[in-house]
T-cell receptor
Framework: RKEVEQDPGPFNVPEGATVAFNCTYS??????FFWYRQDCRKEPKLLMS???SGNEDGRFTAQLNRASQYISLLIRDSKLSDSATYLC????????????FGSGTKLNVKP | DADVTQTPRNRITKTGKRIMLECSQT?????MYWYRQDPGLGLRLIYY???????NKGEISDGYSVSRQAQAKFSLSLESAIPNQTALYFC????????????FGEGSRLTVL
């Protein structure tokens, strides 16, 4: 079983749509959670950290459910520029020494 | 200038050749990592280092070696490259004091013929 699992997509949505991605993780000792964005052939870049209480950054909302061991990302009012692959990243292990990556969910926002 | 710099950015080589990928960082982080990315597989950890004297194998270290020359420099070597090492390689750093966020270099695309 993979440490972090994501639906690879692609999710094809029109501009303005709301889209949600989920990610599940297997290690209940996981401590930190992130969503990274990766454009084609580029390096992953942090989109947002995910906090237990949930957090929002503009059009993006992240939620964490520790009991069910899943993380979600909601994108409202999708823009063409949101087209990318979204990576779910979980940090487990003693002293934050283990990062686990999902294989990514591809989002295509169409005009 | 990028905080995490990788060289070369692109490299084509032949089977059996020795290749070194270099990474340098200006973030002052002790922790450095090498990952490879293959389509559909996500990022997989090759090696990581928590300081100059600390080197650890990741999940796919076979066929690779690393050197931590200084806090700011962490290089990855393929002693005898093979075609299934064709991939996109990323160096990354992290600072555990900031919840462990990873900062990536721009990547090195390696093709082994």
């Amino acid at each position: 079983r993979k440490e972090v699992e994501q639906d690879p997509g692609p999710f094809n949505v029109p501009e303005g749509a709301t889209v949600a991605f989920n990610c599940t993780y297997s290690n209940s000792a996981s401590q930190s959670f992130f969503w990274y964005r990766q454009d084609c052939r580029k390096e992953p870049k942090l989109l947002m950290s995910v906090y237990s209480s949930g957090n929002e950054d503009g059009r993006f909302t992240a939620q964490l459910n520790r009991a069910s061991q899943y993380i979600s990302l909601l994108i409202r009012d999708s823009k063409l520029s949101d087209s990318a692959t979204y990576l779910c990243v979980v940090n487990a292990g003693y002293n934050f020494n283990k990062f686990y990556f999902g294989s990514g969910t591809k989002l295509n926002v169409k005009p | 200038d990028a905080d995490v710099t990788q060289t070369p950015r692109n490299r084509i080589t032949k089977t059996g050749k020795r290749i070194m990928l270099e990474c340098s960082q200006t973030k002052g982080h002790d922790r450095m990592y090498w990952y490879r990315q293959d389509p559909g597989l996500g990022l997989r950890l090759i090696y990581y280092s928590f300081d100059v004297k600390d080197i650890n194998k990741g999940e796919i270290s076979d066929g690779y070696s690393v050197s931590r020359q200084a806090q700011a420099k962490f290089s990855l070597s393929l002693e005898s490259a093979i075609p299934n090492q064709t991939a996109l390689y990323f160096c990354a750093t992290s600072d555990p004091g900031r919840t462990g966020e990873l900062f990536f270099g721009e990547g090195s695309r390696l093709t082994v013929l």
